[in-house]
T-cell receptor
Framework: GNSVTQMEGPVTLSEEAFLTINCTYT??????LFWYVQYPGEGLQLLLK?????DKGSNKGFEATYRKETTSFHLEKGSVQVSDSAVYFC??????????FGTGTLLAVQP | GAGVSQSPRYKVAKRGQDVALRCDPI?????LFWYQQALGQGPEFLTY????????KSGLPSDRFFAERPEGSVSTLKIQRTQQEDSAVYLC????????????FGPGTRLLVL
């Protein structure tokens, strides 16, 4: 069945460091791929998405490219800020539209 | 406009008690989803409605869990005879009914069963 695997956390970085959070998926067909973010004390928010191979999603300085050949959707940001500290979830949406999430990666950015 | 709202935000129940959790989706959104998020885990799918039709309930963990959306807008997730393992955050999300369409999440209901 469909599944998502993302790197374990926590990831601890200094402000302005480069961020990569790895995400790979297993799916039949051509799923849409998402990154959701959960800030402390808040609900899940969509960060970015890509609906087909080679699409790049981007928002707030974050980027992820849908790579069908490596079944990956890694999240990157060139320079993180303290305000980026949150839990990041990779997810896919298949034919039934339900989302299948990874286990989440806690990012802690230190000043 | 208004986002997805859920009530109550917190619920403490004694083991064996029945609970009802409410979700108000974004107006005009055809699809509605319920997810369960255990502590430190990603959300897991419970059930999916398209308008009033429950098209997928494959994620409901037992027959103690029941969901409805009788008029195609507000939805209620009911858990009968709650158990400690039901303690989790229950998330509701809604979306326009298109492939790959973004799901918008509510703040969740945190259920604690004692």
């Amino acid at each position: 069945g469909n599944s998502v695997t993302q790197m374990e956390g926590p990831v601890t970085l200094s402000e302005e460091a480069f961020l990569t959070i790895n995400c790979t998926y297993t799916a039949t067909g051509y799923p849409s791929l998402f990154w959701y973010v959960q800030y402390p004390g808040e609900g899940l928010q969509l960060l970015l998405k890509a609906t087909k191979a080679d699409d790049k999603g981007s928002n707030k300085g974050f980027e992820a490219t849908y790579r069908k050949e490596t079944t990956s959707f890694h999240l990157e940001k060139g320079s993180v800020q303290v305000s980026d500290s949150a839990v990041y979830f990779c997810a896919l949406s298949g034919a039934t539209n339900k989302l299948i999430f990874g286990t989440g990666t806690l990012l802690a950015v230190q000043p | 406009g208004a986002g997805v709202s859920q009530s109550p935000r917190y619920k403490v129940a004694k083991r064996g008690q029945d609970v009802a959790l409410r979700c108000d989706p974004i107006s005009g959104h055809v699809s509605l989803f319920w997810y369960q998020q255990a502590l430190g885990q990603g959300p897991e799918f419970l059930t999916y409605f398209q308008n009033e039709a429950q098209l997928d309930k494959s994620g409901l963990p037992s027959d103690r869990f029941f969901a409805e959306r009788p008029e195609g807008s507000v939805s209620t997730l009911k858990i009968q005879r709650t158990q400690q393992e039901d303690s989790a955050v229950y998330l509701c999300a809604s979306s326009l009914d298109r492939q790959g369409e973004t799901q918008y999440f509510g703040p969740g209901t945190r259920l604690l069963v004692l």
